[in-house]
């Protein structure tokens, strides 16, 4: 009796819930660009208007990161959160919608609630996050090599040394076998698991996050922007050395560091709206 009634209070919100939302008209590609318009011009109305218009796609994404030891509610309030943040940082000049924009912002907020919940001690946030990542690389290999990955591909897919991933992998729940019956269906884990071969919002917010770096790069000096595009992978993927650099710009290695520390301060102040995007 008392397990029921525990169900219960836990069941009953969660119907309430979906059935204040049910009926909320989406929106159509035109009105999100409209409502965008009227939020940058201070709109609270229509920011409520954009937001509750998409609460069920933060239903339909909290459903995918369901667990056993996190209510569906919890998942759905935290994603709320990021879409409350998308709303306000979505810009109708890029011209997509606002659903492959908002996707990323209400993942990174289910993602980092997820982090700091299922640990008995919290990991720092980027640690946490990194171990996302790595666990993420090491799916999308599996399904790339049909096979789990070596320690030094994930390395080299990430950027990373192979020493840091066995660190971090050591102090992160441990990696369950693809081929590793689940509990709940029938079949493997391999089966079940979401194939990240193609995310277009995060492909989306990696563009965005570029566009947004380059226009604070606009705000240096030109020799400070051209070292910071150098420095961090601008051209071709390839981050040069403060050598190489020099060389190129005809000033010493020494030189080039200290604009790069200049540049990096300046950044520091005037860009500090692109750590809402670093997650990864």
Not at 10 to 23: A, C, E, G, S, V
Request: glycine letters at 4%; aromatic letters at 8%.
């Amino acid at each position: 009796m008392e397990h029921d009634m525990k169900e219960k209070k836990t069941i009953d919100p969660l119907k309430t819930y979906f059935n204040q939302i049910k009926d909320t008209p989406l929106l159509s590609f035109e009105e999100e660009l409209d409502l965008s318009k009227r939020i940058e011009n201070g709109d609270d109305e229509a920011r409520k208007q954009l937001i509750e218009a998409n609460l069920k796609l933060v239903v339909k994404i909290a459903k995918t990161f369901k667990t056993s030891d996190v209510a569906l509610l919890d998942l759905i309030q935290e994603g709320n959160l990021g879409l409350m943040k998308a709303a306000e940082k979505f810009d109708f000049r890029k011209r997509v919608r606002f659903s492959t924009y908002a996707s990323w912002w209400i993942k990174q907020s289910i993602v980092r609630a997820l982090s700091n919940k299922r640990r008995a001690i919290r990991l720092p946030h980027r640690k946490e996050e990194k171990i996302r990542k790595i666990n993420k690389t090491i799916n999308i290999l599996s399904q790339k090599y049909m096979r789990t990955p070596e320690i030094s591909e994930v390395a080299s897919e990430l950027g990373m040394t192979e020493k840091e991933i066995y660190n971090l992998l050591s102090v992160s729940s441990h990696i369950v076998s693809l081929d590793s019956e689940t509990n709940d269906v029938s079949g493997t884990l391999q089966e079940v698991l979401e194939d990240y071969s193609y995310d277009p919002d995060s492909e989306f917010m990696r563009k965005s996050l570029r566009e947004a770096t380059l226009k604070h790069l606009e705000n240096l000096k030109e020799k400070e922007r051209e070292i910071i595009k150098y420095r961090f992978s601008f051209y071709g993927g390839k981050r040069y050395t403060l050598k190489t650099i020099g060389a190129r710009m005809g000033i010493s290695p020494e030189t080039v560091r200290q604009i790069e520390m200049k540049a990096l301060s300046k950044l520091k102040e005037l860009a500090g709206d692109l750590k809402e995007y670093c997650i990864n």
